[in-house]
């Protein structure tokens, strides 16, 4: 560049213009040898390292240079030379401490966001254990909180399914046994074949049937609680009536249809009688009543009352005396949560913080690197170096008025 110059400059006029570019002639060299100091670079990582430690450094640095060569063409026009080279020395002092201070920054920065990657993954590490705990635990959980919930007084929904699954199959047995005499019957007073819905209206019929023989018996035992005793012969009478239908016509039939497999197994030597088949259909009866009433019975049958007159189970007396359940505890995934929202608030409180850490050290380079242009243009610097915040770093407009107001003339 200044070759050029001075080739088409006149041969008298070379040699001075030679001299009086010698401080300034070195400058454009060493620049191509800083470019060629960062693009001969033998990997992609080593480039890139280059870049973000030495690429505002040198940038510093060549500003630097260009200013306090371009001052010495100045000195002889500036009334206080002593006081410019003082601030050009300072400046220098001040570029110096950038360049440091860049580097512990950039260090700085890089500690600080291995910090919070370090507390994401403790996070993200945490919420995954949890997470694998409560799956791992959460079958042993739902036992407890069911076991927990169910034995606490309310509706016994186990003996009332019990007893709904009981009365269902039992009706199926019995629609089984007493299908072939229906139809038998039906066929006679009809004079027709029996028709095809009528194992549905069977099945209907026996499956209120047998309700209603639970609902008896829950009936006579409330009365016997409470010493009503008309009404207890009352239900005696129709508890003896209930068992007279039932083993006529639905135990008695049961015992018929296994009555052959018994002469069967005894060789045709043994064969039951009326009044056998009746009896052998009492004791079936009332084993079977008995045995569904003790295990589920007396628990299904009041709730299924209660269902079927929209009537409540519990008096306001027993509510009043039900203990409420414990509160639940925390559920497990609050904490990590909790914890989570306040790193984020602590993160948001912290933002410019972390703005500072990013562009504080690349601010103290340009601040120096201005300051220099400033000293050599209007004798004196906008930035007080180090910054030690953002706050310190001016707007354009606020730089701008500072850099038009005179300066004061020391007497």
Request: with cysteine; glycine share 6%; net charge neutral.
């Amino acid at each position: 560049m200044f070759e050029r110059l001075i080739e088409n400059a006149p041969p008298e006029w070379q040699n001075f213009i030679e001299m009086l570019l010698g401080p300034l002639a070195w400058i454009p060299e060493m620049q191509r040898w800083l470019a060629d100091f960062f693009f001969d670079s033998p990997s992609k990582g080593i480039l890139a390292a280059k870049v973000v430690f030495l690429l505002f450094p040198l940038l510093l640095w060549t500003g630097a240079i260009w200013c306090t060569q371009l001052s010495l063409y100045t000195l002889p026009f500036r009334s206080g030379r002593l006081q410019f080279i003082s601030m050009m020395l300072l400046a220098w002092w001040d570029g110096a401490r950038a360049v440091w201070l860049y580097w512990i920054g950039l260090f700085r920065v890089t500690g600080v966001i291995l910090g919070w990657i370090f507390a994401v993954t403790r996070l993200a590490v945490k919420l995954l254990v949890e997470s694998g705990k409560q799956i791992l635990l959460l079958p042993f959980t739902m036992t407890g909180k069911m076991t927990q919930s169910y034995f606490q007084p309310g509706v016994p929904w186990i003996a009332f399914m019990m007893l709904i699954f009981w009365c269902l199959l039992e009706a199926v047995i019995f629609t089984y046994t007493l299908t072939p005499t229906v139809s038998e019957v039906l066929a006679d007073l009809v004079g027709a074949e029996a028709p095809p819905a009528m194992g549905a209206v069977l099945y209907f019929f026996l499956l209120l049937l047998i309700l209603g023989s639970f609902a008896c018996i829950q009936a006579f035992v409330d009365a016997v609680k409470k010493r009503e005793y008309k009404f207890i012969v009352q239900m005696v009478l129709v508890e003896i009536f209930v068992m007279f239908f039932e083993v006529m016509f639905l135990y008695r039939e049961l015992v018929d249809a296994v009555t052959p497999w018994i002469a069967q197994q005894t060789g045709e030597q043994f064969r039951l009688g009326i009044v056998f088949t009746l009896s052998l259909a009492v004791f079936g009866w009332a084993g079977i009543r008995g045995m569904t009433w003790f295990l589920f019975g007396q628990f299904g049958t009041p709730p299924l009352l209660a269902f079927i007159s929209r009537r409540p189970m519990v008096t306001p007396e027993q509510a009043g005396a039900v203990t409420p359940p414990a509160a639940e505890a925390a559920l497990w995934w609050r904490a990590p949560v909790q914890d989570f929202k306040g790193e984020i608030g602590w993160l948001h409180e912290k933002s410019d913080q972390l703005l500072e850490y990013l562009t504080l050290p690349v601010l103290q380079v340009m601040a120096a690197a201005l300051n220099f242009a400033l000293i050599l243009v209007a004798s004196r610097p906008i930035f007080n170096l180090p910054l030690k915040g953002l706050k310190e770093v001016m707007a354009t407009k606020e730089i701008f008025t500072l850099h038009l107001q005179p300066k004061r003339v020391e007497r």
